[in-house]
């Protein structure tokens, strides 16, 4: 057999070749593998029942980009508010601040009855928050019946003890020591008022079809931060709660339809006279504010 002076070098190039190939595949099997681990990242502590792509609403039976049926010719109205001077804008600033300042998570709820007026303007107040294309997408749920609070707490401890025990990592239950929370949950029955805040991830026009709810869950988020904010106006403590897990079953119990959430649960009432906080302190200005 003859072989061409020139038939090392062919082989040698066809070795290179082989071994960039190889080399190559083998760093994008590694990417995605290593996409793959990002995805399945392990994180117990988002609640299933939140997970949902309504903030990107493409299904069967959506709008399909139709008019959704609201008034384009509303009326634009002269809009004013209070002036005030600067020296007052500053007091009142700092007063709001010194109030708020004063919040805080309280899992110690006496069960001293609450006027229902007073439930009523803090729910009022958290119903002007601003809303994704003014669709308030809120359904605030006051619960002062004692059995359906009972019942809440059954299936909240239920979970909660399988959250604890099982469902968690080491990670949350340590982050949590500090706090001393676990899964008994006594303001459930204590508090005169439960509320629970469902954010409506879509709703429903005129002629029954979905009608988006753009931005939801921020929406929902903004009116419970104004709900907090009243409930300290007042001089009533809460304490921001995620019961995780726990949505599906108390929206069932509180007859809630399917496209409503929980998002929040907020027991509410006065701190029982032998509450404890923890001992928190909150970041200076300097390390949450940054002016450019
Ligand atoms: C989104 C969110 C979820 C929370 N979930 C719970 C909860 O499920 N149980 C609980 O006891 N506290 C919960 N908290 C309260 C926090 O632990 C509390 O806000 C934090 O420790 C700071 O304390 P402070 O509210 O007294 O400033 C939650 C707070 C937020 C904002």
Redesign the pocket.
């Known amino acids: 057999m003859a072989f061409s002076p020139l038939t090392p070098v062919f082989v040698a190039i066809i070795c290179v070749l082989i071994v960039i190939i190889l080399k190559g595949s083998r760093k994008s099997s590694k990417k995605e593998h290593s996409k793959a681990c990002q995805k399945t990242e392990s994180r117990p502590w988002v609640d299933e029942d939140l997970k949902d792509s309504t903030d990107l609403p493409v299904d069967e039976e959506d709008d399909g980009g139709e008019w959704q049926g609201l008034d384009d010719n509303i009326a634009h109205i002269p809009f004013s508010t209070e002036r005030y001077a600067e020296e007052d804008m500053v007091k009142r600033s700092k007063a709001f601040y010194e109030l708020l300042n004063k919040?805080?998570?309280?899992?110690f709820i006496s069960d001293e009855p609450v006027p229902r007026e007073v439930i009523d303007n803090v729910i009022k107040t958290a119903g002007t928050s601003p809303s994704g294309a003014h669709t308030e997408p809120w359904t605030f749920v006051v619960v002062q019946d004692a059995e359906i609070k009972h019942k809440i707490r059954e299936i909240i401890e239920d979970e909660?003890e399988i959250n604890y025990k099982k469902r968690m990592g080491d990670k949350w239950v340590n982050d949590?020591k500090r706090?001393r929370?676990n899964w008994i949950?006594e303001y459930l029955d204590a508090a005169p008022y439960l509320i629970l805040i469902f954010k409506q991830v879509y709703g429903r026009l005129p002629n029954g079809k979905k009608k988006t709810h753009y931005y939801n869950e921020i929406s929902v988020?903004i009116a419970c931060g104004i709900l907090l904010a009243a409930l300290q106006n007042v001089g009533l403590v809460t304490?921001?709660?995620?019961?995780?897990n726990c949505g599906p079953r108390l929206r069932v119990l509180l007859e809630r339809p399917t496209n409503e959430k929980l998002l929040?649960?907020l027991p509410v009432g006065y701190p029982r006279k032998d509450a404890t906080?923890?001992d928190?302190t909150?970041k200076p200005l300097g390390d949450i504010m940054v002016v450019v």
Not at 103 to 107: H, K, L, P, T
Request: zero cysteines.
């Open positions: 919040r805080r998570s309280v899992r909660e949590l706090l929370t949950k988020s304490v921001t709660s995620t019961p995780l929040l649960l906080v923890p928190l909150r």
